[in-house]
């Protein structure tokens, strides 16, 4: 195929256009299935149109509700189904959470996102949740929470503490998300996605790679995040971390090129989120982290830990922040 017809089948223009639907599975296979270095130079290209290519913004994690999970995702370690050496802890307290905010925005990080591993919140916990809120923001970060499902007005009270972002994710295409988990459906996760949207809370929702799915179910979850009315502002990619004792330890890893493609594929389509780099990097070489920056990805979590497994150290991503010449975004 010469390159204009090839332009032509994966949709060129859409990254200009507002009609994200233009992106079909099908098209963002073309994406995949193109030469490396067309696809990583058309997401570079894209990726300068619209932000400084050497600005990364950091994000820093605490988990501030450990393990003990009703649910079943059969990548997680905090599953109380699963033996992982997750032991189910008592929520954070607010002393704990603002030291750890107050330490994060010290190392440079400006998000502060916490989670908890909960199906969803009750009425009880969103309220502690709240006032954790307003204690990180207290501390001059921008504020992210990923709490599970929320019913009906839980979006609301959030968005009234301050919340900025709420983190909830597709995780894989429809038709892989059944293999993965069975305690919630794919459409739960879309209503709890439109009332964060409908609340006014900015939407950060992405999925996980690695998982032995194909290329297609990838091409597929990139597809349906990009027809989102709008897409989300805030776009996490994990690679699978393997833990122990859950279904899927052993899974033969993903070609760490393809996880390129992967933050490739959301750059172009989702032209102006901010695409994370997110699980993952502590099993990743820093030249393929630095083929990630190049193909789009403009965010990572920053700190030693994500939720319960392991990131590269503060001084590990200063010093390859160093090699690269990339600066935090402010
Ligand atoms: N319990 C809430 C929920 O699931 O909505 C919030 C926390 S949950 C840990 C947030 C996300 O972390 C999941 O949706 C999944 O995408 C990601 N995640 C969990 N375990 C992971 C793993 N082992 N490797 C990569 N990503 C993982
Ligand atoms: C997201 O998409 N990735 C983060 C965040 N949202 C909450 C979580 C990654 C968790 C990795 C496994 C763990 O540390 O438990
Ligand atoms: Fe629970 Fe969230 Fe882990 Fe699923 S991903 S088991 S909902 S903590």
Same mark, same amino acid.
């Given at each position: 195929? #010469?390159?204009?017809?090839?332009?032509?089948?994966?949709?060129?223009?859409?990254?200009?256009?507002?009609?994200?639907?233009?992106?079909?599975?099908?098209?963002?296979?073309?994406?995949? #299935?193109?030469?490396? %270095?067309?696809?990583?130079?058309?997401?570079? /290209?894209?990726?300068?149109?619209?932000?400084?290519?050497?600005?990364? +913004?950091?994000?820093?994690?605490?988990?501030?509700?450990?393990?003990?999970?009703?649910?079943?995702?059969?990548?997680?370690?905090?599953?109380?189904?699963?033996?992982?050496?997750?032991?189910?802890?008592?929520?954070?307290?607010?002393?704990?959470?603002?030291?750890?905010?107050?330490?994060?925005?010290?190392?440079?990080?400006?998000?502060?996102?916490?989670?908890?591993?909960?199906?969803?919140?009750? +009425?009880?916990?969103?309220?502690?949740?709240?006032?954790?809120?307003?204690?990180?923001?207290?501390?001059?970060?921008?504020?992210?929470? @990923?709490?599970?499902?929320?019913?009906?007005?839980?979006?609301?009270?959030?968005?009234?503490?301050?919340?900025?972002?709420?983190?909830?994710?597709?995780? @894989?295409?429809?038709?892989?998300?059944?293999?993965?988990?069975?305690?919630? /459906? +794919?459409?739960?996760?879309?209503?709890?996605?439109?009332?964060?949207?409908?609340?006014?809370?900015?939407?950060?929702?992405?999925?996980?790679?690695?998982?032995?799915?194909?290329?297609?179910?990838?091409?597929?979850?990139?597809?349906?995040?990009?027809?989102?009315?709008?897409?989300?502002?805030?776009?996490?990619? %994990?690679?699978?971390?393997?833990?122990?004792?859950?279904?899927?330890?052993?899974?033969?890893?993903?070609?760490?090129?393809?996880?390129?493609?992967?933050?490739?594929?959301?750059?172009? @389509?989702?032209?102006?989120?901010?695409?994370?780099?997110?699980?993952?990097?502590?099993?990743?070489?820093?030249?393929?982290?630095?083929?990630?920056?190049?193909?789009?990805?403009?965010?990572?979590?920053?700190?030693?830990?994500?939720?319960?497994?392991?990131?590269?150290?503060?001084?590990? #991503?200063?010093?390859?922040?160093?090699?690269?010449?990339?600066?935090?975004?402010?």
């Amino acid at each position: 195929m #010469d390159t204009a017809s090839y332009n032509e089948s994966a949709g060129v223009g859409a990254d200009s256009s507002p009609r994200n639907e233009r992106w079909s599975t099908r098209h963002v296979e073309d994406l995949f #299935d193109s030469p490396f %270095n067309d696809l990583l130079h058309r997401a570079h /290209t894209v990726h300068r149109r619209h932000f400084d290519p050497n600005a990364v +913004q950091l994000s820093t994690l605490l988990s501030v509700k450990t393990g003990g999970c009703p649910e079943d995702c059969a990548y997680c370690p905090q599953s109380a189904r699963y033996r992982t050496g997750v032991a189910d802890e008592e929520l954070l307290s607010l002393e704990q959470v603002s030291a750890a905010a107050r330490l994060a925005k010290a190392n440079g990080a400006t998000r502060f996102c916490m989670g908890a591993a909960w199906r969803g919140p009750r +009425q009880r916990e969103l309220e502690r949740v709240m006032e954790m809120v307003r204690a990180v923001r207290a501390e001059g970060l921008e504020t992210c929470a @990923t709490l599970g499902l929320l019913k009906e007005g839980q979006a609301e009270q959030l968005k009234a503490a301050g919340l900025d972002y709420y983190n909830h994710n597709l995780d @894989t295409s429809p038709e892989f998300y059944g293999e993965i988990i069975t305690t919630r /459906t +794919q459409d739960d996760r879309v209503q709890t996605l439109a009332r964060v949207r409908r609340a006014g809370i900015h939407v950060c929702c992405g999925g996980i790679i690695g998982m032995g799915e194909t290329r297609r179910t990838r091409a597929a979850l990139i597809a349906q995040l990009a027809a989102m009315e709008p897409y989300p502002e805030s776009v996490p990619i %994990n690679n699978l971390v393997q833990v122990e004792g859950t279904p899927l330890h052993g899974t033969a890893p993903l070609d760490p090129l393809e996880f390129v493609r992967t933050i490739a594929c959301a750059r172009i @389509t989702m032209p102006k989120a901010m695409v994370r780099l997110s699980a993952g990097r502590e099993a990743m070489s820093e030249a393929i982290q630095a083929l990630c920056f190049f193909a789009g990805a403009n965010s990572i979590f920053y700190g030693e830990k994500l939720l319960t497994t392991g990131n590269p150290d503060v001084e590990q #991503d200063r010093a390859l922040f160093a090699k690269l010449g990339l600066r935090p975004r402010q």
